[in-house]
């Protein structure tokens, strides 16, 4: 299995412009997740995805950001306008939930830079 | 509001000695403790993980203590490696489902 993919790997923009970061998950897996890790913050949950429905979007930062699962194996987190503080690595993550809890896999990241 | 607080922010410790870093956590709901490890340029990966059930899990020369009435765990690393040299995060959740709380991490650096 390739694991979790993510594109781009690293991403460099400017201010107001839109972003858009992809994630692939784990085939067969039914949860998806999106974290962003900064070093200030350290490594923060933004939305959680259960068979493509967002359950908890409670620590997305605010509607600048969004994301959207159309599918099983595709997930978007989209900034709009983005601003330099949004500069982060973002993670995706999948798992498969069968009851208890399971090992979330998470994928390479994408580096945002925001100038 | 950090759920989760991990000590230290960073660890130095010689090629052969033992690493140690604790966690503690305030939500009693929460069931599940697993501990990640992360190399730089990679993703958070699970090392190990424990439930409140037991006080400790050992795979290989990682360990996991749990102290349910502190509301504490901690991870163990015996005879250190270089190779171990990563940044370690805690974690936690509860009967919320799959959603993990992370400790702000731990950067651990094995001296050969």
């Known amino acids: 299995d390739a694991g979790v993919i993510q594109s781009p790997r690293h991403e460099v923009t400017e201010m107001g412009q839109e972003v858009t970061l992809r994630c692939k998950p784990i085939?067969?897996?039914?949860?998806l997740f999106w974290y962003r890790q900064t070093m200030m913050r350290g490594l923060e949950l933004l939305i959680y995805?259960?068979?493509?429905?967002?359950?908890?979007d409670s620590g997305m930062p605010e509607d600048r950001f969004s994301a959207k699962m159309p599918n099983a194996s595709f997930s978007t987190l989209k900034i709009q306008p983005s601003e330099p503080r949004d500069s982060a690595v973002y993670f995706c993550?999948?798992?498969?939930?069968?009851?208890?809890?399971?090992?979330?896999?998470f994928g390479p990241g994408t580096r945002l830079t925001v100038l | 509001q950090q759920q989760v607080k991990q000590s230290p922010q960073s660890l130095i410790v010689q090629k052969g000695g033992i690493s140690i870093i604790n966690c503690a956590y305030e939500?009693?709901?929460?069931?599940?403790f697993p501990w990640y490890q992360q190399f730089p340029g990679k993703g958070p990966a699970l090392l190990i993980a424990?439930?409140?059930?037991?006080s400790e899990k050992k795979e290989g020369r990682f360990t996991i203590s749990f102290n349910k009435s502190a509301k504490q765990f901690s991870l163990h690393i015996m005879d250190s490696q270089p190779g171990d040299s990563a940044t370690y995060f805690c974690?936690?959740?509860?009967?919320?489902?799959?959603?993990?709380?992370f400790g702000g991490g731990t950067r651990l650096m094995v001296k050969p």
């Open positions: 993550a999948s798992s498969f939930r069968a009851g208890g809890r399971n090992e979330q896999f």
């Open positions: 424990i439930r409140p059930d037991v």
């Open positions: 085939s067969g897996h039914n949860s």
């Open positions: 995805f259960n068979n493509n429905v967002p359950i908890d």
């Open positions: 939500n009693t709901a929460f069931d599940y």
């Open positions: 974690a936690a959740t509860g009967n919320a489902g799959n959603m993990l709380t």
